[in-house]
């Protein structure tokens, strides 16, 4: 089993304070990048 982890806890904890929704993706396929700052719905939306 993988230990996966996105972000440390506390940019998590700010950003859930501040209510800006956090994007997660697999950013080694090609092109995931450009998709999710142009706004596709890729991976999974935390905290909206």
Do not use: H, W
């Not at 940019?11 to 997660?24: G, K, N």
């Amino acid at each position: 089993m993988k230990n996966l982890k996105v972000m440390d806890m506390a940019a998590f904890d700010l950003c859930r304070q501040q209510r800006i929704p956090i994007v997660v993706f697999d950013y080694r396929v090609s092109g995931n990048i450009k998709r999710a700052v142009g706004g596709e719905k890729i991976g999974t939306l935390v905290g909206e």
